[in-house]
């Protein structure tokens, strides 16, 4: 027996407790536009409360119907079809006859190999 049929019981009864209490509630509302101080907002009210324990019943069944339904295979490719997508821009070619600018990336350059021998002696 799995767990889900093992909760079930319990999730029957929540939900009838919940519709119950909520046409208890819809009654009340009901009793109250009936009495002398009542109002049209109590009305709209009995009038609601009924909704909610159809709500209930409803949201209880939609569950098990989940619970219901097997799952999808893990293995299962899924596949974007072309076009969904838009196409990533691509950078421009960047001139690399700039003297400064091939200056600054032989610094970056020597920067990082300075680096790497730094933690290369650090770690062994």
Not at 42 to 64: E, H, S, T
């Amino acid at each position: 027996m799995s767990t889900t049929h093992r909760r079930r019981p319990a999730l029957i009864a929540l939900a009838i407790v919940a519709a119950c209490g909520c046409l208890a509630l819809g009654w009340w509302q009901w009793t109250r536009f009936q009495s002398v101080s009542g109002t049209f907002q109590n009305l709209g009210y009995a009038l609601q409360w009924p909704m909610f324990a159809w709500f209930c019943i409803y949201a209880y069944r939609k569950f098990v119907r989940y619970e219901e339904v097997p799952p999808e295979p893990p293995n299962a490719m899924t596949e974007i079809p072309p076009g969904l997508l838009p196409e990533r821009p691509t950078p421009a070619p960047q001139p690399s006859d700039d003297p400064a600018l091939q200056e600054y990336n032989a610094y970056l350059a020597e920067l990082a190999k300075h680096d790497a021998d730094r933690q290369n002696r650090n770690s062994a």
